[in-house]
Protein backbone atom coordinates (compact mmCIF):
# COMPACT_ATOMS: atom_id res chain seq x y z
CA UNK A 1 0.00 0.00 0.00
CA UNK A 2 1.68 3.10 -1.40
CA UNK A 3 -0.10 5.27 1.88
CA UNK A 4 -0.93 4.84 5.60
CA UNK A 5 -4.61 3.79 5.91
CA UNK A 6 -6.69 5.59 8.90
CA UNK A 7 -8.93 3.67 11.50
CA UNK A 8 -10.88 4.04 13.87
CA UNK A 9 -11.98 1.56 16.74
CA UNK A 10 -15.46 1.25 17.81
CA UNK A 11 -16.23 -1.37 21.14
CA UNK A 12 -12.73 -1.57 21.47
CA UNK A 13 -12.44 -3.64 23.95
CA UNK A 14 -8.74 -4.18 25.05
CA UNK A 15 -7.46 -3.87 21.65
CA UNK A 16 -7.23 -7.37 19.54
CA UNK A 17 -8.56 -5.92 16.35
CA UNK A 18 -5.86 -2.88 16.54
CA UNK A 19 -2.93 -4.60 17.19
CA UNK A 20 -3.57 -6.93 14.04
CA UNK A 21 -4.10 -3.72 11.92
CA UNK A 22 -1.68 -1.90 13.46
CA UNK A 23 0.71 -5.07 12.30
CA UNK A 24 -0.72 -4.50 8.83
CA UNK A 25 0.60 -0.96 8.72
CA UNK A 26 -3.04 0.94 9.35
CA UNK A 27 -3.06 3.47 11.79
CA UNK A 28 -6.05 3.74 14.50
CA UNK A 29 -6.83 7.26 15.48
CA UNK A 30 -9.56 7.08 17.86
CA UNK A 31 -10.86 4.60 19.92
CA UNK A 32 -14.36 4.17 21.63
CA UNK A 33 -14.61 2.06 24.71
CA UNK A 34 -17.07 2.05 27.62
CA UNK A 35 -15.18 -0.51 30.03
CA UNK A 36 -12.44 1.50 32.00
CA UNK A 37 -10.57 -1.69 32.60
CA UNK A 38 -10.62 -1.98 28.39
CA UNK A 39 -9.65 1.50 28.15
CA UNK A 40 -6.73 0.66 30.68
CA UNK A 41 -5.22 -1.80 29.12
CA UNK A 42 -5.86 -0.37 25.57
CA UNK A 43 -4.09 2.75 26.23
CA UNK A 44 -0.70 1.02 27.71
CA UNK A 45 -0.53 -0.98 24.21
CA UNK A 46 -1.20 2.09 22.19
CA UNK A 47 -0.65 5.03 23.81
CA UNK A 48 -0.90 7.24 20.53
CA UNK A 49 -4.46 6.38 19.96
CA UNK A 50 -7.04 9.22 21.33
CA UNK A 51 -9.11 6.86 23.85
CA UNK A 52 -13.27 7.54 24.44
CA UNK A 53 -14.11 6.07 27.68
CA UNK A 54 -17.92 6.67 27.12
CA UNK A 55 -20.70 4.85 26.17
CA UNK A 56 -20.55 5.13 22.36
CA UNK A 57 -23.87 6.88 22.28
CA UNK A 58 -22.93 9.90 24.27
CA UNK A 59 -19.79 10.23 21.74
CA UNK A 60 -20.14 13.13 19.69
CA UNK A 61 -18.31 14.92 16.72
CA UNK A 62 -16.76 17.25 18.87
CA UNK A 63 -14.91 14.56 20.76
CA UNK A 64 -13.77 13.10 17.50
CA UNK A 65 -13.38 15.54 14.32
CA UNK A 66 -10.63 17.57 16.01
CA UNK A 67 -8.38 14.17 16.27
CA UNK A 68 -9.02 12.85 12.07
CA UNK A 69 -8.16 14.23 8.89
CA UNK A 70 -10.18 17.01 7.69
CA UNK A 71 -11.14 14.32 4.55
CA UNK A 72 -12.39 11.42 6.98
CA UNK A 73 -10.90 8.44 7.62
CA UNK A 74 -10.47 5.14 5.40
CA UNK A 75 -11.94 2.31 7.50
CA UNK A 76 -14.13 2.09 11.21
CA UNK A 77 -14.35 -1.03 12.74
CA UNK A 78 -17.51 -2.12 15.18
CA UNK A 79 -17.14 -4.96 17.23
CA UNK A 80 -20.44 -4.55 18.98
CA UNK A 81 -21.18 -6.92 22.46
CA UNK A 82 -22.26 -10.22 21.26
CA UNK A 83 -24.61 -11.38 24.25
CA UNK A 84 -27.67 -10.80 23.05
CA UNK A 85 -26.66 -13.18 20.22
CA UNK A 86 -24.60 -15.84 21.24
CA UNK A 87 -26.56 -19.29 21.72
CA UNK A 88 -23.39 -20.80 23.81
CA UNK A 89 -25.46 -21.05 26.64
CA UNK A 90 -26.43 -17.68 27.48
CA UNK A 91 -29.73 -16.31 28.38
CA UNK A 92 -29.21 -12.84 27.02
CA UNK A 93 -30.30 -14.27 23.77
CA UNK A 94 -34.12 -13.95 24.51
CA UNK A 95 -33.83 -10.58 25.22
CA UNK A 96 -34.74 -7.94 22.82
CA UNK A 97 -33.10 -4.75 23.60
CA UNK A 98 -31.22 -1.97 22.38
CA UNK A 99 -28.09 -3.79 22.62
CA UNK A 100 -28.91 -5.60 19.76
CA UNK A 101 -28.86 -2.35 17.61
CA UNK A 102 -25.75 -0.80 18.55
CA UNK A 103 -24.56 -1.32 14.90
CA UNK A 104 -26.61 1.89 14.49
CA UNK A 105 -23.59 3.27 16.46
CA UNK A 106 -20.96 2.20 14.24
CA UNK A 107 -22.66 3.31 11.42
CA UNK A 108 -23.44 7.08 12.99
CA UNK A 109 -19.48 7.31 13.49
CA UNK A 110 -18.65 6.37 10.27
CA UNK A 111 -20.96 9.04 9.03
CA UNK A 112 -19.50 11.32 10.76
CA UNK A 113 -15.77 10.64 9.82
CA UNK A 114 -16.38 10.27 6.47
CA UNK A 115 -15.25 6.43 6.01
CA UNK A 116 -14.26 4.60 2.88
CA UNK A 117 -15.29 1.57 4.79
CA UNK A 118 -17.10 -0.07 7.36
CA UNK A 119 -15.93 -3.69 9.15
CA UNK A 120 -18.74 -4.93 11.27
CA UNK A 121 -17.85 -8.58 13.53
CA UNK A 122 -20.03 -10.13 15.38
CA UNK A 123 -21.03 -13.90 16.07
CA UNK A 124 -22.35 -16.10 13.45
CA UNK A 125 -25.50 -15.96 14.97
CA UNK A 126 -26.39 -12.65 14.58
CA UNK A 127 -27.32 -13.88 11.13
CA UNK A 128 -30.63 -15.63 13.22
CA UNK A 129 -31.39 -13.07 15.61
CA UNK A 130 -35.01 -11.47 15.30
CA UNK A 131 -35.55 -7.89 15.92
CA UNK A 132 -38.04 -8.38 17.78
CA UNK A 133 -40.25 -10.89 19.60
CA UNK A 134 -42.78 -12.00 17.62
CA UNK A 135 -41.25 -10.75 14.20
CA UNK A 136 -39.71 -12.33 11.32
CA UNK A 137 -37.32 -9.35 10.53
CA UNK A 138 -33.61 -10.63 11.56
CA UNK A 139 -31.28 -7.65 12.95
CA UNK A 140 -28.97 -8.59 10.27
CA UNK A 141 -31.40 -7.70 7.75
CA UNK A 142 -32.38 -4.62 9.52
CA UNK A 143 -27.98 -3.68 9.59
CA UNK A 144 -27.55 -4.26 6.12
CA UNK A 145 -30.93 -1.87 5.10
CA UNK A 146 -29.61 0.48 7.20
CA UNK A 147 -26.11 0.10 5.84
CA UNK A 148 -27.67 0.91 2.35
CA UNK A 149 -29.78 4.20 3.39
CA UNK A 150 -26.38 5.54 5.14
CA UNK A 151 -24.85 5.10 1.78
CA UNK A 152 -22.77 2.24 2.32
CA UNK A 153 -25.00 0.07 0.04
CA UNK A 154 -21.94 -2.03 -1.28
CA UNK A 155 -20.80 -4.86 1.06
CA UNK A 156 -19.96 -8.44 1.26
CA UNK A 157 -20.81 -10.60 4.52
CA UNK A 158 -18.73 -13.69 5.71
CA UNK A 159 -17.84 -16.00 8.21
CA UNK A 160 -14.36 -16.92 8.59
CA UNK A 161 -12.83 -19.78 10.79
CA UNK A 162 -9.89 -18.20 13.09
CA UNK A 163 -8.08 -21.15 12.55
CA UNK A 164 -7.51 -20.38 9.24
CA UNK A 165 -5.61 -17.00 9.74
CA UNK A 166 -2.89 -18.79 12.25
CA UNK A 167 -5.10 -18.49 15.77
CA UNK A 168 -4.86 -21.74 17.44
CA UNK A 169 -8.51 -22.04 18.32
CA UNK A 170 -11.20 -23.15 16.96
CA UNK A 171 -13.22 -19.41 16.26
CA UNK A 172 -15.89 -18.51 13.98
CA UNK A 173 -16.93 -15.13 13.27
CA UNK A 174 -19.39 -13.21 11.10
CA UNK A 175 -18.22 -10.08 9.28
CA UNK A 176 -19.74 -7.27 6.92
CA UNK A 177 -17.36 -5.05 5.29
CA UNK A 178 -19.19 -2.21 3.83
CA UNK A 179 -17.87 0.28 0.83
CA UNK A 180 -19.78 3.86 0.28
CA UNK A 181 -18.14 3.47 -3.34
CA UNK A 182 -20.86 1.42 -5.48
CA UNK A 183 -17.97 0.64 -8.01
CA UNK A 184 -15.55 -0.77 -5.58
CA UNK A 185 -14.66 -4.52 -5.53
CA UNK A 186 -14.62 -6.07 -2.27
CA UNK A 187 -13.09 -9.54 -1.15
CA UNK A 188 -12.70 -11.37 2.42
CA UNK A 189 -9.79 -12.69 3.10
CA UNK A 190 -8.42 -15.88 2.12
CA UNK A 191 -7.31 -18.47 4.30
CA UNK A 192 -3.46 -18.84 4.24
CA UNK A 193 -2.22 -20.31 7.13
CA UNK A 194 -2.33 -24.42 8.57
CA UNK A 195 -4.01 -24.93 12.50
CA UNK A 196 -2.01 -24.60 15.29
CA UNK A 197 -2.15 -26.54 17.78
CA UNK A 198 -2.31 -25.87 21.60
CA UNK A 199 1.27 -27.45 22.40
CA UNK A 200 2.69 -25.27 19.45
CA UNK A 201 0.51 -21.89 20.59
CA UNK A 202 2.24 -22.29 24.65
CA UNK A 203 5.39 -23.16 23.68
CA UNK A 204 8.47 -21.72 25.49
CA UNK A 205 5.77 -20.39 28.29
CA UNK A 206 7.03 -22.16 31.85
CA UNK A 207 4.73 -23.87 33.76
CA UNK A 208 3.42 -22.38 36.93
CA UNK A 209 2.09 -24.19 39.98
CA UNK A 210 -1.14 -23.72 41.11
CA UNK A 211 -1.66 -22.08 44.84
CA UNK A 212 2.01 -21.03 44.88
CA UNK A 213 1.81 -17.09 43.89
CA UNK A 214 4.81 -17.56 41.81
CA UNK A 215 4.78 -15.71 38.26
CA UNK A 216 6.70 -17.49 35.61
CA UNK A 217 8.67 -14.90 34.08
CA UNK A 218 11.52 -16.98 32.26
CA UNK A 219 10.98 -18.53 28.52
CA UNK A 220 12.03 -22.13 28.10
CA UNK A 221 14.32 -23.63 25.36
CA UNK A 222 10.73 -25.06 23.94
CA UNK A 223 10.29 -22.99 20.34
CA UNK A 224 7.94 -23.31 17.97
CA UNK A 225 7.27 -21.35 14.64
CA UNK A 226 4.18 -19.57 16.46
CA UNK A 227 6.09 -19.02 19.61
CA UNK A 228 8.48 -17.06 18.16
CA UNK A 229 5.93 -15.00 16.09
CA UNK A 230 4.15 -14.08 19.67
CA UNK A 231 7.51 -12.79 20.65
CA UNK A 232 8.34 -10.72 16.77
CA UNK A 233 8.11 -7.09 17.94
CA UNK A 234 9.10 -6.23 14.75
CA UNK A 235 6.37 -8.07 12.77
CA UNK A 236 3.79 -6.76 15.26
CA UNK A 237 5.49 -3.77 15.34
CA UNK A 238 5.87 -2.86 19.09
CA UNK A 239 9.56 -2.70 19.33
CA UNK A 240 8.54 0.14 21.89
CA UNK A 241 6.77 -1.69 24.05
CA UNK A 242 8.49 -5.11 24.12
CA UNK A 243 9.21 -6.79 27.48
CA UNK A 244 12.15 -8.44 28.72
CA UNK A 245 10.15 -10.91 30.45
CA UNK A 246 7.10 -12.59 30.84
CA UNK A 247 3.93 -10.90 31.86
CA UNK A 248 0.46 -11.77 33.05
CA UNK A 249 1.58 -15.72 33.66
CA UNK A 250 0.32 -16.10 37.23
CA UNK A 251 -1.30 -19.87 38.64
CA UNK A 252 -4.48 -19.50 39.97
CA UNK A 253 -5.09 -20.56 42.90
CA UNK A 254 -7.62 -23.88 43.34
CA UNK A 255 -9.35 -26.14 45.97
CA UNK A 256 -7.35 -29.46 46.21
CA UNK A 257 -10.64 -31.48 45.37
CA UNK A 258 -10.78 -29.38 42.33
CA UNK A 259 -7.31 -30.32 42.00
CA UNK A 260 -8.02 -33.84 42.15
CA UNK A 261 -10.96 -33.35 39.79
CA UNK A 262 -8.09 -32.04 37.04
CA UNK A 263 -6.28 -35.32 37.53
CA UNK A 264 -8.92 -37.00 36.55
CA UNK A 265 -9.20 -35.36 33.39
CA UNK A 266 -7.16 -36.43 30.11
CA UNK A 267 -6.75 -34.26 27.22
CA UNK A 268 -10.18 -34.12 25.65
CA UNK A 269 -12.15 -34.93 28.47
CA UNK A 270 -13.93 -32.04 30.38
CA UNK A 271 -16.73 -32.17 33.64
CA UNK A 272 -18.94 -33.53 31.43
CA UNK A 273 -16.86 -36.90 30.89
CA UNK A 274 -16.52 -37.16 34.41
CA UNK A 275 -20.30 -37.08 35.06
CA UNK A 276 -20.52 -39.77 32.34
CA UNK A 277 -17.91 -41.79 33.54
CA UNK A 278 -18.48 -41.97 37.36
CA UNK A 279 -22.46 -42.99 38.05
CA UNK A 280 -24.17 -44.13 41.37
CA UNK A 281 -22.29 -44.35 44.43
CA UNK A 282 -19.15 -43.44 42.75
CA UNK A 283 -20.50 -40.22 41.83
CA UNK A 284 -21.99 -39.44 44.75
CA UNK A 285 -18.46 -40.34 46.94
CA UNK A 286 -16.69 -37.45 44.18
CA UNK A 287 -19.48 -35.29 44.97
CA UNK A 288 -19.02 -35.75 48.91
CA UNK A 289 -15.90 -34.87 48.01
CA UNK A 290 -16.13 -32.22 46.14
CA UNK A 291 -14.23 -33.09 43.73
CA UNK A 292 -17.06 -33.49 41.13
CA UNK A 293 -19.58 -30.58 41.78
CA UNK A 294 -23.50 -31.46 42.49
CA UNK A 295 -24.69 -30.07 38.81
CA UNK A 296 -22.77 -30.79 35.94
CA UNK A 297 -21.78 -28.08 33.52
CA UNK A 298 -21.46 -28.86 30.23
CA UNK A 299 -18.72 -26.05 28.83
CA UNK A 300 -16.15 -26.26 32.51
CA UNK A 301 -12.93 -27.82 33.08
CA UNK A 302 -12.32 -29.23 29.84
CA UNK A 303 -8.40 -30.25 29.23
CA UNK A 304 -6.99 -29.30 25.96
CA UNK A 305 -5.42 -30.88 23.89
CA UNK A 306 -1.87 -30.42 22.54
CA UNK A 307 -2.63 -31.16 18.78
CA UNK A 308 -5.30 -29.39 18.00
CA UNK A 309 -6.38 -25.84 18.20
CA UNK A 310 -8.38 -24.90 21.37
CA UNK A 311 -12.48 -24.60 21.64
CA UNK A 312 -13.53 -20.80 21.43
CA UNK A 313 -12.23 -18.89 24.04
CA UNK A 314 -14.54 -16.52 25.89
CA UNK A 315 -15.23 -14.44 28.56
CA UNK A 316 -14.99 -17.81 30.92
CA UNK A 317 -12.02 -19.15 29.67
CA UNK A 318 -10.48 -19.51 33.26
CA UNK A 319 -13.60 -22.25 34.27
CA UNK A 320 -14.05 -23.56 30.82
CA UNK A 321 -10.23 -24.92 29.85
CA UNK A 322 -7.47 -27.25 31.57
CA UNK A 323 -3.80 -26.82 31.13
CA UNK A 324 -3.19 -29.83 28.47
CA UNK A 325 -0.16 -31.63 30.52
CA UNK A 326 -0.54 -29.92 34.25
CA UNK A 327 -3.53 -30.23 36.77
CA UNK A 328 -4.33 -26.33 36.94
CA UNK A 329 -6.49 -23.72 34.58
CA UNK A 330 -4.45 -21.59 31.93
CA UNK A 331 -2.80 -18.20 33.24
CA UNK A 332 -3.74 -14.84 31.70
CA UNK A 333 -0.76 -15.41 29.33
CA UNK A 334 -1.52 -18.75 28.07
CA UNK A 335 -4.93 -17.37 27.18
CA UNK A 336 -4.16 -14.48 25.95
CA UNK A 337 -1.77 -17.25 23.12
CA UNK A 338 -4.43 -18.62 22.11
CA UNK A 339 -5.75 -15.84 21.17
CA UNK A 340 -2.81 -14.46 19.57
CA UNK A 341 -1.89 -11.15 21.51
CA UNK A 342 1.85 -10.79 20.64
CA UNK A 343 3.69 -11.76 24.08
CA UNK A 344 4.51 -7.72 24.56
CA UNK A 345 0.80 -7.08 25.28
CA UNK A 346 0.20 -6.08 28.73
CA UNK A 347 -3.00 -6.44 30.13
CA UNK A 348 -2.75 -4.17 32.61
CA UNK A 349 -6.30 -2.90 33.21
CA UNK A 350 -8.44 -4.46 35.84
CA UNK A 351 -8.24 -7.34 38.22
CA UNK A 352 -7.20 -11.41 37.36
CA UNK A 353 -10.40 -12.28 38.09
CA UNK A 354 -13.69 -10.67 38.90
CA UNK A 355 -17.27 -11.57 39.45
CA UNK A 356 -19.41 -11.68 36.54
CA UNK A 357 -22.01 -9.95 37.94
CA UNK A 358 -20.80 -6.03 37.65
CA UNK A 359 -20.68 -6.11 34.18
CA UNK A 360 -19.00 -2.45 33.99
CA UNK A 361 -15.54 -4.10 34.93
CA UNK A 362 -13.91 -6.73 33.23
CA UNK A 363 -11.18 -8.97 34.54
CA UNK A 364 -8.03 -9.72 32.51
CA UNK A 365 -9.63 -13.43 31.54
CA UNK A 366 -12.78 -11.85 29.64
CA UNK A 367 -10.72 -8.86 28.37
CA UNK A 368 -8.81 -11.68 26.61
CA UNK A 369 -12.27 -13.52 25.91
CA UNK A 370 -14.18 -11.30 24.36
CA UNK A 371 -11.39 -9.54 22.56
CA UNK A 372 -11.15 -9.84 18.42
CA UNK A 373 -7.53 -12.31 17.80
CA UNK A 374 -5.35 -9.81 16.77
CA UNK A 375 -4.07 -12.31 13.83
CA UNK A 376 -7.60 -12.55 12.32
CA UNK A 377 -7.38 -8.42 12.53
CA UNK A 378 -4.12 -8.56 10.56
CA UNK A 379 -5.70 -10.92 8.29
CA UNK A 380 -8.20 -8.07 7.56
CA UNK A 381 -6.10 -5.25 7.85
CA UNK A 382 -3.46 -6.71 4.99
CA UNK A 383 -6.53 -7.70 2.77
CA UNK A 384 -7.85 -3.82 3.07
CA UNK A 385 -4.53 -2.80 2.08
CA UNK A 386 -5.20 -4.54 -0.93
CA UNK A 387 -8.32 -3.23 -1.66
CA UNK A 388 -7.56 0.33 -1.08
CA UNK A 389 -4.38 -0.39 -3.33
CA UNK A 390 -6.74 -1.96 -6.56
CA UNK A 391 -9.51 0.83 -6.19
CA UNK A 392 -7.73 3.73 -5.68
CA UNK A 393 -5.80 3.09 -8.99
Known amino acids: MTRQLTHIDCFAGPGGICTGLHAAGLKTLVAIEYIKSCCDTYKANHPDVHMIHSDIRLVTEEQVLPHIPKEGVDLVTSGMPCETFSTAGNTSRSFYDDRQFLFREGIRIAKICKAKMILFENV ?75 GDALAGLPNVIANSGIEGKEYTDDHSPYEKLMRDDVFWKRENLSKATITNHMPMKHRECTLKRFS ?34 IKRNYRLKESEPSPTVTSHCLDEFVHPKYDRALTVRECARLQSFPDSYDFVGGPYIVPHIDRTVQDKYEQIGDAVPPLLAYAWGEQINRLFEINEK
Open 264 to 297: LLMPGESLKTLFDRYGGEEREKLQAERILPKKMF
Open 124 to 198: PAITSKKAAKDSNQLIVDVLKKELKEAGYGNFLEVVLDSTNFGVPQRRNRFFILACRYADWWLQAPERYCRHIGV
